[in-house]
């Protein structure tokens, strides 16, 4: 080993201190306690005493003592510098991997997951550690960056899911060099795979030669037919596949070898544009050209729950189902009114190994790992003064406990509850009206929606993400034969649960506790507000109304829908996407924080 080599390896995990450790650890068992509460997997004891509350491990012998508020949708607000561990009457310190195995019987964690799982933890302390040991701006000036530098400037993931960042499969190398976090320019490996192996299909008004020259400058395409002419074939021969570079190095050379000796297959090495890993780690923005699609790519990655690939034959149907909701969308006056629009995901590609789809069933992960897609980028769609932020920025709360939300509170100048409800009337009127007018559901969490921002103030939200996100729930609407693909069977009593779960409890929830918990706006005021923009959108569309009292937002209780207990359950694929419904955690149910602002007739 070369000093160099040396000196590159120990700068790698020069996060891994004994104080960012432990920072992470305590903020890791912070939030398992907080969720697990919510979740009723744990059911914490209020200490006489101090007014603490305490859980004790699966054998009684260890306790963990903590402070906390308990904020509407039974949210746990705990506070992490509160958090001790006892046993036998010593204090210990906080160790995330032994929180698990101490509460693995209260967790359910079964003999073959909870190891993985473990790994999942270690790895998401890994990133916390990272991020801890990053300078990170405060707040207020992130609200003043660019896009890009919110994007990757998220310091928590998803905000239910307690093992949030598992990425495994990723070596720490490719941590500095992927991960969103890391701020890393990359540039696409780009494949050229047989036309007869091979499907495309683009939306309307567009071709795979107009995309491929919108996407790639005419150097790079004679760089990639000069290379195929040199091994005696012609670039008309062939399709040209974006992948993720992890993906090339340590799956498609490897396990897709035989495609590649036999030249179905053949690397062209990597694009022109420079590329920022996004949230979701395998879709990525053009940093070169902004105005250019993103790509997402197959990522044979494991993180929160899935492995993250792309189904060729998945793919087929993406681009015609976003013209679908594009077209309806355009065509609505209500969807109009919020000035609501989606990112339409406009063409996409798969590759077919014949004797993978010949050997595998259906949702196998060999038949996820080459495809790709191509969306549109919301950059053009701005006017002057307008800026983009991931709507998951509005639950980003600094080093030093500063909101993202509360500073763009300061910088729009509006009371806090008018501010709110600009936020709402952009964000939860679009949800609200395509489920009662279309049934049709989205999956909106934060890094789901991008929102435009001018002055402070939300002006507009922009939902991505859409052929595999999207369901439409009932069984009678007339779809068209290649948007057949969405529709659901959910039953009746769980419907309402795509905005009670999806909005409510993992978004709300958290958003309203860290206004509260800040003194910003207080909780009353801010369901009231929730309350009113429903409220508003029912009053605009009275032909609706026995929809409302079909599905009714202002009951007294709603199932509590449990994430975490998915993940426990099955890390490696935790929902059948054919049948979500089918593998929801329903445990009790909770208070309905609109039922007491129901309107009265």
């Known amino acids: 080993m070369t000093a160099g080599t040396q000196h590159t390896a120990q700068a790698a995990v020069a996060h891994l201190t ?74 210990l310190p906080l160790d995330a991997i032994e929180f698990f195995i101490e509460l693995r019987g209260s967790l359910a964690l079964g003999e073959e997951i909870l190891p993985v799982y473990l790994e999942e933890i270690s790895s998401t302390l890994s990133g916390t550690a990272y991020k801890l040991a990053a300078e990170q701006p405060s707040a207020a000036e992130l609200t003043k960056s660019g896009f890009q530098a919110i994007e990757t400037g998220m310091t928590e993931g998803h905000p239910c899911f307690v093992a949030n960042n598992g990425r495994l499969g990723f070596g720490i190398h490719e ?38 020259r919108e996407e790639l400058d005419e150097a790079t395409l004679d760089r990639f037919a000069a290379t195929l002419a040199d091994l005696g074939l012609d670039l008309a021969d062939y399709h040209l596949i974006p992948t993720h570079p992890w993906q090339w190095w340590n799956k498609l050379s490897v396990t897709f070898a035989a495609e590649v000796a036999q030249q179905r297959l053949v690397c062209l090495g990597p694009g022109g544009d420079d590329y920022l890993a996004q949230q979701s780690i395998r879709t990525f923005f053009n940093t070169t050209s902004p105005a250019k699609h993103y790509v997402k790519t197959a990522l044979s990655v494991l993180n929160m729950g899935f492995m993250r690939g792309l189904s060729a034959s998945y793919m087929e149907a993406t681009p015609a189902i976003n013209d679908w909701l594009a077209r309806l969308i355009a065509a609505d006056d209500t969807f109009r009114a919020a000035r609501f629009s989606i990112i339409r995901e406009r063409a996409a590609i798969g590759y077919h190994h014949r004797q993978y789809e010949a050997a595998t069933t259906k949702g196998s992960p060999y038949l996820k790992m080459l495809a790709a897609l191509w969306r549109e980028s919301p950059v053009p769609t701005l006017e002057p003064g307008q800026r983009l932020a991931t ?43 395509a489920f009662y007018a279309y049934d049709l559901v989205f999956m909106p969490h934060g890094e789901n929606v991008i929102l435009v921002i001018e002055d402070g103030t939300v002006q507009r939200a922009i939902f991505k993400d859409i052929a595999e996100e999207i369901a439409v729930m009932d069984p009678d609407a007339v779809l068209p034969p290649t948007v057949e693909r969405i529709r659901a069977d959910v039953p009746e009593d769980k419907k309402l649960l795509s905005v009670f779960t999806d909005v409510f409890d993992c978004f709300f929830r958290f958003l309203n506790g860290t206004l509260d918990g800040l003194g910003i706006l207080d909780e009353d005021t801010f369901w009231r507000t929730v309350a009113a923009c429903v409220t508003d959108y029912q009053a605009s569309v009275p032909h609706l109304a026995d929809k409302f009292a079909q599905y009714d937002l202002f009951t007294e209780e709603f199932a509590l829908s449990c994430l975490n207990r998915l993940q426990l359950r099955n890390n490696q694929q935790m929902v059948d996407l054919q049948d979500p419904a089918g593998a929801l955690q329903l445990i009790g149910t909770l208070r309905n924080p609109l039922a007491r602002y129901a309107p009265t007739s």
Do not use: C
């Open 18 to 91: 004994p104080a960012l450790w432990a920072r992470a650890n305590r903020l890791l068992v912070r939030k398992a306690l907080a969720e697990f509460a919510h979740e009723r997997l744990l059911t914490p004891k209020r200490l006489p005493q101090d007014g603490h509350y305490s859980v004790r491990s699966d054998d009684g012998a260890t306790e963990y003592r903590f402070a906390a508020r308990r904020q509407t949708l039974d949210h746990w607000q705990v506070d992490a510098d509160s958090i001790t561990r006892h046993r036998d009457h010593t204090e």
């Open 175 to 212: 941590y500095h060099a992927y991960a969103p976090e890391a701020a890393s320019p990359l540039r696409l490996i780009w494949l050229a795979a047989r036309r007869d192996h091979s499907t495309f299909t683009a939306g309307a008004g567009l071709d795979y030669d107009t995309l491929i």
């Open 391 to 433: 709507m998951a920025s509005l639950l980003h709360v600094d080093g030093d406990g500063n909101s993202l939300a509360a500073a763009l509170i300061e910088e729009s100048g509006l009371a806090p509850a008018t501010w709110l409800r600009r936020y709402l009337d952009a964000y939860l009127t679009p949800v609200l009206h």
